[in-house]
């Protein structure tokens, strides 16, 4: 996915911050274990601690800086029993013994690692043509609007799961759906790329925001029966017209922002039946709401990871405190990075939930050049 639809939360620099201790932590515990021998003489003794230092170091390191590590843990004890000859001879033999057998499964417990490293590497990279494929490239220009958005795993390791989105320009207008699909893992993975097909054929077939909806829950109910998986989905889909004009249709989605120059606020719209859930509660046409978007104004749509998230408090996120910036709804990707650094600064970088977000933007001066 492009660099302007994801990025880490607040999360990154602690987790190097993790790492960087943990090179530092042998070479600290090494320079201790020297100072204390030199400072105390034979009243303490520390160097049986030496053999820490090996193991320490693979964690984080090579299995080459291990050797150096137990090659200098060796000399330095050594050095101790050639100053102070009151060190037991056979003591220091066992563990001279013990360093080179502690500093050889490090150093195998290191290209180990290292090993499987590469194989989560290979794995991500796998993950991330999987996400090209389902979740295409947004143009930041399309259909006379502005747009910007993000997906953010909940789990640092996964790439893409079961919030979706699309925008296509069509016929009927720029077409933006937003959705979130109930469950995790791979089922939640296909039905996502099930729902996106239903969409991006529906959008240029149908002429009603509504039917696409129709087409969404059929292609969703359809795969139900074949898997016996029945997992269902909300979706917000917004159908955009070069005015301004804005038609949605709320299938159990969290409601959109409007944001202008001078405040947010909540769209109040129906909740409308899941998608997937057509046959068994849908009894009465799907609603269609309307809506005009003013020029220098931005419709955000975001999943419940967004708004459900909570602080270490459990306290819910304040999306509208995120959004209060003075004429924030011009830029949609200033909107974006509003939302996205405000939850990150109340989660800590802590998701429990995918989030994702997208914003339109309508341009000060009308209909976009394209």
Same mark, same amino acid.
């Given at each position: 996915?492009?660099?302007?639809?994801?990025?880490?939360?607040?999360?990154?620099?602690?987790?190097?911050?993790?790492?960087?201790?943990?090179?530092?932590?042998?070479?600290?515990?090494?320079?201790?274990?020297?100072?204390?021998?030199?400072?105390?003489?034979?009243?303490?003794?520390?160097?049986?601690?030496?053999?820490?230092?090996?193991?320490?170091?693979?964690?984080?390191?090579?299995?080459?800086?291990?050797?150096?590590?137990?090659?200098?843990?060796?000399?330095?004890?050594?050095?101790?029993?050639?100053?102070?000859?009151?060190?037991?001879?056979?003591?220091?033999?066992?563990?001279?013994?013990?360093?080179?057998?502690?500093?050889?499964?490090?150093?195998?417990?290191?290209?180990?690692?290292?090993?499987?490293?590469?194989?989560?590497?290979?794995?991500?990279?796998?993950?991330?043509?999987?996400?090209?494929?389902?979740?295409?490239?947004?143009?930041?220009?399309?259909?006379?609007?502005?747009?910007?958005?993000?997906?953010?795993?909940?789990?640092?390791?996964?790439?893409?799961?079961?919030?979706?989105?699309?925008?296509?320009?069509?016929?009927?207008?720029?077409?933006?759906?937003?959705?979130?699909?109930?469950?995790?893992?791979?089922?939640?993975?296909?039905?996502?790329?099930?729902?996106?097909?239903?969409?991006?054929?529906?959008?240029?077939?149908?002429?009603?925001?509504?039917?696409?909806?129709?087409?969404?829950?059929?292609?969703?109910?359809?795969?139900?029966?074949?898997?016996?998986?029945?997992?269902?989905?909300?979706?917000?889909?917004?159908?955009?017209?070069?005015?301004?004009?804005?038609?949605?249709?709320?299938?159990?989605?969290?409601?959109?922002?409007?944001?202008?120059?001078?405040?947010?606020?909540?769209?109040?719209?129906?909740?409308?039946?899941?998608?997937?859930?057509?046959?068994?509660?849908?009894?009465?046409?799907?609603?269609?709401?309307?809506?005009?978007?003013?020029?220098?104004?931005?419709?955000?749509?975001?999943?419940?990871?967004?708004?459900?998230?909570?602080?270490?408090?459990?306290?819910?996120?304040?999306?509208?405190?995120?959004?209060?910036?003075?004429?924030?709804? @011009?830029?949609?990707?200033?909107?974006?990075?509003?939302?996205?650094?405000?939850?990150?600064?109340?989660?800590?970088?802590?998701?429990?939930?995918?989030?994702?977000?997208?914003?339109?933007? @309508?341009?000060?001066?009308?209909?976009?050049?394209?």
């Amino acid at each position: 996915m492009p660099s302007r639809f994801s990025g880490p939360l607040l999360g990154g620099p602690g987790e190097r911050t993790r790492v960087s201790r943990l090179r530092l932590l042998p070479w600290l515990l090494w320079a201790i274990t020297v100072v204390v021998e030199f400072a105390t003489g034979s009243d303490i003794r520390l160097s049986p601690v030496l053999a820490v230092v090996p193991p320490l170091v693979a964690i984080a390191h090579g299995w080459r800086t291990v050797v150096a590590s137990g090659v200098l843990a060796w000399g330095t004890q050594l050095v101790f029993v050639w100053l102070d000859p009151t060190y037991s001879a056979v003591g220091s033999l066992t563990r001279l013994i013990a360093m080179t057998g502690i500093t050889t499964a490090g150093a195998i417990a290191s290209v180990a690692r290292e090993r499987g490293e590469e194989r989560i590497r290979h794995m991500r990279s796998l993950a991330g043509g999987v996400q090209q494929a389902v979740l295409r490239p947004i143009p930041a220009l399309t259909g006379g609007y502005q747009v910007a958005g993000f997906y953010q795993a909940a789990e640092s390791d996964a790439r893409v799961g079961g919030d979706f989105y699309e925008a296509l320009e069509t016929p009927y207008g720029l077409r933006v759906v937003l959705g979130d699909v109930s469950g995790k893992g791979l089922a939640a993975v296909d039905a996502t790329v099930t729902l996106l097909g239903a969409f991006r054929e529906a959008a240029y077939r149908e002429e009603k925001p509504e039917a696409i909806a129709h087409w969404m829950d059929l292609a969703l109910s359809r795969r139900q029966e074949a898997t016996g998986d029945r997992r269902f989905a909300t979706a917000l889909i917004v159908q955009a017209g070069p005015d301004g004009l804005l038609r949605l249709v709320n299938c159990g989605h969290v409601p959109p922002w409007y944001v202008d120059g001078d405040s947010a606020h909540e769209l109040r719209l129906p909740s409308g039946v899941l998608l997937g859930l057509f046959d068994h509660f849908l009894t009465d046409p799907l609603p269609t709401v309307s809506r005009t978007l003013a020029p220098g104004s931005s419709l955000l749509l975001v999943t419940d990871g967004v708004t459900e998230a909570r602080d270490d408090r459990r306290e819910f996120f304040d999306l509208g405190g995120a959004l209060c910036e003075q004429g924030l709804g @011009r830029n949609p990707v200033a909107v974006k990075d509003a939302v996205l650094t405000g939850l990150g600064h109340h989660t800590g970088g802590r998701l429990c939930d995918d989030a994702a977000a997208l914003v339109l933007a @309508r341009p000060d001066g009308g209909r976009a050049r394209r």
